[in-house]
């Protein structure tokens, strides 16, 4: 991995303004972010055409959740993106898939990963079977359905705050 590009994040501050600061990111490291700083991150929510959502099993070298499932993909964002490039480039790197469409379902804040979460749902058709797993990010994937998804974010393997970060969706597919 060493020779790896290094990323470089712009900070925020609590009310989403870029300060002007740089962070360049090493493994775990988002932890020395000062406080009242945040990086940008995106995270997506991908619903197919036939309404089943994608599900990744992440890389066990990953320092947050290694080796976990999540009904997600996504990651930071790089300096200068804005929010709906980094989501459109986070998913097409860690999946393969462009989307038709995406929808942006909130903005939350972490004071513990220092994380200014833009989420999204990803709106995706075409060839389910035609992902591109990123190494080092991922390494399985898995089509559930709408009951196999609420399954998983009732599980003790689902991952909290990101089911957090979309409940109103999710209590809506209760709801149906």
Do not use: C
Not at 89 to 98: A, D, I, N, S, V
């Amino acid at each position: 991995m060493s020779d790896t590009p290094q990323e470089i994040w712009d900070l925020y501050d609590r009310d989403g303004n870029r300060t002007g600061e740089k962070f360049v990111r090493g493994f775990g490291n988002f932890k020395n972010i000062k406080e009242g700083r945040y990086h940008l991150i995106v995270d997506l929510l991908v619903l197919h055409t036939d309404g089943t959502y994608l599900l990744t099993k992440r890389s066990d070298v990953k320092d947050v959740y290694p080796g976990y499932w999540e009904a997600s993909a996504g990651g930071s964002a790089l300096s200068g993106e804005e929010p709906l490039d980094a989501a459109t480039r986070e998913l097409y790197e860690e999946t393969g898939l462009k989307a038709d469409s995406l929808e942006l379902t909130g903005i939350s804040y972490s004071d513990k990963s220092h994380g200014m979460y833009y989420s999204y749902i990803a709106y995706v058709s075409g060839d389910k079977d035609r992902i591109v797993l990123q190494e080092g990010e991922t390494t399985d994937y898995k089509w559930v359905d709408r009951e196999g998804l609420l399954e998983y974010v009732d599980s003790d393997e689902a991952m909290t705050a990101h089911n957090n970060r979309y409940a109103s969706y999710i209590n809506a597919l209760r709801d149906l």
